[in-house]
């Protein structure tokens, strides 16, 4: 039972603790991240790796005035637990509660809400620079990023700018060998190095001490010594690296190692120019299960029971398939099929489920690394000398790589194959994460055509239909469990939709994930006495004129259904074809996500609020047409008056 942690109101308390207490404190944050996995799933190896890394920190700093940012976010938990949120820990991730990444609306620990790998060093240069503007006094700024996340492009522009200005800066580098799955690329290997060459720091320091008591020596003992340890980071440890873009490397240090730790931070602190602190940690420290597999153990399921060791004994495991399974089953037979065909993820392997595609087809799986716009530029590379590249990336990273969508996919016109995974609402892990924009950037571009399967018997023949065609491709499916609607399935073609079945009084026009839902919402109103069909529009560009613009001519009501942004989506398709072809618009409703960003919860929860679930649609319905729940009779009537 934790009897330090919940006296932790502030940082500042942090200070009032003794050494044993502040090891003690550092073990209670961990069975607290323990405990709280015991209820929901919420990441987890990630946090467990940084208790020390976030405890020395606010141990040297002030950051009531200091700047502070974490890197992606995901492992924020133990700050949240030090910087007054301890109470409300148990809510996490849940309707209301707090946020599983920082968020300036809970906490003035809080700078920026970060989801997206990558972009903490531009923000604390910005953040010091606009300090030094303004004339805030002298504030530190620290960014905390990882070895996943540091090869992304932005950090390398940012690393450029912040040695060009020369302003103070420390940039920690949390190494933990890791990014969701295992880190990949060259730079990668260069860090390997340095954990090597532990010896490293600590070796110099001694010299250049026992120099210091011999003053005959002089100077130039000590350019020597400069020179030995140029050539040592050059040829071990890999932070030459950081030294020729203009930072002062240091490193690496042991990550648990709390003492240590912030005696690094203190020597650091005040440096003038920027300076990178290359950190050891391990992810999942202090779980054996967590740190032995921290794929795994990124955001498990929930834990059935913790032991008396503070050991995972074992998950509760749905049973339930979802989208993702259907879509990775679907790449997999497009692999077996086809030899041009490819796959490309950017650090998601475990998350869109190819681990088998990487074992069976190495030479056809390409795992970038946190480099979104590479992936997509790479893809278009592989599609010029005549491969099948399939990009298979979250739908909330995708638009990272925007530029290279325009200009190296659609401005060439190369069939590239965009598998969108979580399209729509994601649950807890909230507004950084929902991917609800895709349809509205990726239907802005020529050549582009952009789909939605509607239930799992859509997924397999979209994908065989994306890659039979010359152009660029995206199809968008949501996290969350297959459903089926049993019909006789339309064979999948070019600006087709599928008539489910037509109404007399209306019809709902479901753009992806939603389609089983508006069956659902049909049946139920026709038990009302209301004749609603539905129909899977399956594209949004391009768009089926000819029977969409048909409904809207011959039908009393047409209401739009789909999991993403109302502004600039499927309904504004529909809305923009009906004014095309002159026809009044004024009976075409459109449900969607409003122009606000969505909280995280439960996606059933997130649906019922937007009135995406059946009960929802039936309300839009009645409403549209005038009549009130207790009242269905006549409303054929009413309809057609």
């Known amino acids: 039972m934790s009897t330090i942690l919940p006296s932790i109101a502030s940082p500042a308390d942090l200070h009032e603790l003794s050494d044993e207490q502040l090891v003690q404190l550092a073990q209670e944050m961990r069975d607290e991240l323990v405990r709280v996995l015991s209820i929901r799933p919420a990441h987890f190896a990630s946090n467990l790796g940084v208790v020390e890394l976030c405890l020395a920190l606010h141990l040297t700093f002030d950051f009531r005035k200091d700047r502070l940012i974490w890197d992606t976010g995901h492992q924020i938990y133990p700050h949240k637990l030090i910087t007054g949120r301890y109470p409300q820990f148990e809510t996490i991730r849940t309707r209301g509660g707090l946020m599983g990444y920082p968020n300036p609306h809970e906490s ?95 070796s110099m320091r001694n010299l250049h001490d026992l120099l210091a008591k011999v003053p005959l020596l002089g100077n130039m003992a000590n350019q020597a010594i400069d020179q030995l340890r140029d050539g040592l980071k050059a040829s071990l440890t890999g932070g030459m690296l950081f030294e020729e873009l203009g930072f002062r490397y240091i490193g690496p240090v042991d990550g648990h190692d709390l003492p240590s730790l912030r005696r690094w931070l ?127 990336i979250y739908s909330t990273f995708l638009q990272r790589a925007f530029d290279q969508l325009f200009q190296e996919v659609a401005l060439q016109n190369l069939p590239v194959t965009f598998c969108l995974d979580r399209g729509g609402l ?6 950084t994460h929902h991917g609800v924009f895709d349809t509205v950037y990726l239907r802005l571009f020529p050549n582009f055509v952009v789909m939605a399967p509607g239930d799992e018997l859509d997924v397999a023949p979209m994908l065989r239909f994306a890659l039979s065609q010359q152009s660029p491709v995206s199809l968008r499916y949501p996290k969350a469990s297959l459903e089926k609607v049993e019909r006789g399935l339309a064979p999948v073609e070019l600006g087709q939709a599928e008539v489910h079945e037509w109404g007399d009084d209306g019809v709902l026009v479901a753009y992806g994930s939603l389609f089983p839902t508006c069956v659902k919402a049909a049946e139920a109103l026709r038990q009302e006495g209301l004749s609603i069909g539905v129909i899977n529009a ?104």
């Not at 994601?426 to 507004?431: E, I, V, W, Y």
């Not at 009976?587 to 995406?612: K, N, Q, S, T, Y």
């Open 266 to 392: 203190r020597d650091v602190k005040d440096q003038e120019g920027p300076v990178l602190l290359h950190v050891l940690s391990e992810k999942g420290h202090g779980v054996a299960q967590a740190s032995e597999d921290p794929v795994t153990y990124h955001t498990p399921p929930v834990f059935e029971k913790v032991g008396p060791e503070r050991t995972i004994v074992s998950f509760r495991r749905g049973g339930s398939k979802a989208y993702t399974d259907a879509a990775s089953s679907a790449i997999y037979q497009a692999l077996e099929r086809d030899p041009k065909v490819a796959v490309i993820t950017a650090a998601m392997c475990q998350g869109n489920k190819l681990e088998k595609v990487r074992t069976d087809f190495p030479k056809r799986f390409f795992d970038t690394g946190i480099c979104e716009s590479h992936a997509v530029a790479f893809a278009a590379g592989l599609a010029k000398a005549g491969a099948r590249p399939i990009v298979a």
């Open 108 to 202: 003035l620990y809080d700078l920026f809400m970060t989801g997206h790998a990558g972009c903490s060093v531009s923000c604390a240069l910005g953040l010091k620079v606009g300090d030094e503007l303004l004339d805030h006094g002298d504030r530190h700024s620290v960014a905390v990023i990882g070895d996943g996340a540091l090869p992304s492009g932005i950090v390398f522009e940012a690393l450029n700018n912040a040695a060009g200005l020369g302003k103070k800066l420390l940039v920690i580098l949390n190494d933990n060998k890791m990014s969701i799955c295992a880190r990949v690329g060259g730079l990668g290997r260069c860090l390997d190095r340095a954990r090597l060459t532990s010896f490293y720091q600590g």
């Open 538 to 641: 399956r594209f949004a560009k391009p768009l089926d004129r000819q029977t969409l613009l048909r409904a809207v001519e011959d039908l009393p009501l047409v209401i739009t259904v789909e999991e993403g942004t109302l502004e600039g989506g499927f309904g504004s398709a529909l809305l923009e074809a009906a004014n095309s072809a002159g026809l009044d618009s004024r009976h075409i409703v459109r449900l969607g996500i409003p122009d606000r960003f969505v909280e995280h919860a439960e996606r059933p929860e997130l649906l019922a609020e937007l009135g995406l679930d059946v009960q929802g649609i039936c309300r839009t319905v009645r409403s549209a047409v005038g009549l009130g729940v207790s009242h269905p009779e006549g409303v054929g009537r009413a309809l057609k008056k």
């Open 426 to 431: 994601t649950g807890p892990d909230g507004p």
